[in-house]
């Protein structure tokens, strides 16, 4: 009789041949990139510096594919995004030593959205600083020591795997891939010592890496009680998050809104979780007062894939009257602003719980509610003279094709596309909401183009965000990638001259001169254009409908819409 416990996976004849015989002058490189070919890897993401020589000539053994960025941050954003809209694990590959720091932006970013990256790096020592492992001389290891370098990424990726030996190295990958793919997704750190990568290795060649990360289902008690609630609210509301997006549960929010007639609010991370011109679509207008009003007045909120934090809040004291139902993946979340019925689960698998729960509700009156919340905002904004900014949000809006990845810097535009872009489609507009990092949209938008070489890919900047990220026109122009490049031009730093200015009464150390955008990706053999607000529409569907990259440049000064939380309007 087999009991499951006895059952093991035998290998097959290759498999064996292959361990009993493998190649010769193979080293721990060889290992790295085995395990990652085995886990399902495609694409590897990286910059310049150590250990990218030793792993890198053992990528061209394997078949996977590299994705040289020129800044280690830029990979770093690239493999972020490359993960969210994929959601498959992406490999960065790191620097050794203090190197590997400036992927600490990126990966607190990656952890903010839940974006699975594996980032791989290469300490200089092996058995403390100062030494390089065995038969490894000092050479210039002491140039690039970082004690305890392992304690450093703690505190910002999901977690840490570190290698000592080589024989370590294909379970550490594995468990480090398991542990990004798991719910909540995340980046992930590996640390192999420098001469672990370099040396010979007798490790056989590595076949085998299927990983199975587990589903997290919600308590049925708690999906129970959430459906009863809901079902006897009077006055029920649901805010859908980036949880929503990840989750894929769009289909499954649209269902329960519909039977529940509750209206929705998706916070920036959500944009797209809900359709825009739904009947009961708040749309993503979290910054007005009268979209807060009415979830602060709901008896029973339901908030899916957010932790309600400032962004998803309005950049205000949110204080709902009612009861809060929260379902979230991310443990740290979960009742983090708010007390709430809390629920730890994936969305789309709590969704499909609460569908198979609850009863349906009527409510003919919600549609005229949202309807009235909607008149409002406009009518808020009709009063500002905001006639500008609104016509480049349409603009940009009407030049991209459905379903089309865009990566936005935070700029001014960026917090009116927040609020008044449809997105159109679940994952199709992504932020740096998590580090807030200048530089972050066009990096990522080239790894979403590396991810489906076959559409187009839009990246949003300000003059600040594109000083960060220009060197990375080189690696667009180097691998042809379809990405186009909006770069929002007004001499400065936009948000924080409206910040200084509602302050201190006046902006200080806010402009920024910079170079001609348009000559600058020239000189990169980069197509490029300087448009207007008339002709944005036309000059962006035409960059984004030609192959290869191209870089859009719009001179405007753009205001942001007035606050509506603070004092009275």
Not at 223 to 237: G, K, M, Q, S
Not at 435 to 447: H, K, N, S, T
Request: proline content about 9%; charged content about 20%; aromatic content about 4%.
């Amino acid at each position: 009789m087999t009991h499951d416990h006895d059952l093991v996976l035998r290998p097959t004849a290759a498999q064996t041949e292959a361990a009993l015989d493998p190649p010769p002058g193979r080293t721990g490189t060889d290992l790295v990139v085995e395990t990652l070919a085995a886990l399902g890897a495609t694409t590897v993401f990286g910059a310049p510096g150590r250990p990218a020589p030793g792993v890198l000539d053992a990528l061209h053994r394997t078949g996977l594919r590299h994705v040289g960025l020129r800044t280690v941050c830029g990979a770093g954003f690239a493999a972020d995004a490359y993960g969210r809209v994929t959601g498959e694990a992406a490999p960065l590959l790191v620097p050794s030593g203090p190197g590997a720091l400036a992927a600490l932006a990126a990966l607190q970013e990656a952890r903010a959205a839940s974006a699975p990256v594996l980032a791989i790096g290469g300490q200089v020592t092996g058995a403390g600083p100062g030494h390089g492992g065995p038969g490894h001389p000092r050479d210039l290891s002491e140039l690039r020591e970082l004690p305890d370098r392992d304690g450093v990424f703690r505190g910002v990726v999901k977690s840490v795997h570190p290698v000592r030996t080589q024989s370590q190295i294909p379970s550490a990958i594995a468990e480090a891939w398991t542990s990004a793919l798991t719910v909540p997704h995340g980046p992930v750190w590996v640390d192999v010592p420098r001469h672990v990568l370099l040396a010979e290795t007798p490790v056989p060649v590595v076949t085998g890496g299927d990983t199975f990360p587990e589903e997290l289902p919600p308590r049925p008690e708690l999906t129970a009680v959430a459906a009863d609630l809901l079902v006897r609210a009077e006055r029920p509301a649901i805010v859908a998050g980036g949880g929503v997006v990840r989750a894929d549960a769009s289909g499954k929010l649209r269902q329960l809104v519909e039977r529940i007639q509750a209206p929705v609010v998706t916070t920036s991370g959500g944009k797209g979780a809900f359709p825009w011109t739904h009947p009961l679509s708040l749309r993503s207008w979290s910054a007005d007062r009268h979209t807060t009003e009415l979830l602060e007045d709901a008896d029973v909120l339901l908030v899916i894939g957010s932790g309600l934090g400032e962004l998803s809040s309005g950049h205000r004291a949110f204080e709902p009257r009612g009861r809060i139902v929260q379902i979230q993946a991310d443990l740290g979340k979960l009742e983090s602003h708010h007390p709430a019925l809390g629920i730890h689960a994936d969305a789309r698998l709590a969704l499909q719980a609460l569908l198979e729960t609850v009863g349906e509700r009527r409510d003919e009156a919600a549609p005229e509610r949202v309807r009235a919340v909607l008149t409002e905002a406009r009518a808020r904004l009709a009063a500002q003279d905001l006639t500008l900014e609104q016509d480049v949000v349409a603009a940009v809006r009407e030049a991209l094709p459905t379903g089309t990845p865009s990566f936005w810097d935070p700029t001014v535009l960026t917090c009116w596309a927040w609020s008044a872009l449809d997105a159109r489609a679940p994952g199709a507009m992504h932020s740096a909401q998590g580090a807030g990092v200048p530089g972050y949209g066009f990096p990522a938008a080239l790894g979403a183009a590396a991810a489906d070489p076959t559409r187009p890919v839009l990246a949003v900047s300000g003059d600040d965000g594109a000083l960060h990220a220009v060197a990375e026109l080189a690696t667009a122009r180097q691998y042809d990638l379809n990405v186009t490049w909006l770069v929002v031009g007004d001499g400065g730093h936009g948000i924080l001259r409206k910040y200084m200015t509602d302050a201190f009464g006046q902006p200080t150390a806010t402009d920024l001169p910079g170079p001609d955008f348009v000559a600058l990706a020239e000189s990169f053999g980069v197509p490029s254009v300087r448009t207007s607000p008339e002709a944005l529409a036309s000059d962006l569907a035409k960059a984004l409908a030609s192959p290869g990259p191209s870089v859009v440049v719009l001179p405007a000064v753009l205001r942001m819409f007035a606050p509506t939380h603070l004092g009275s309007e």
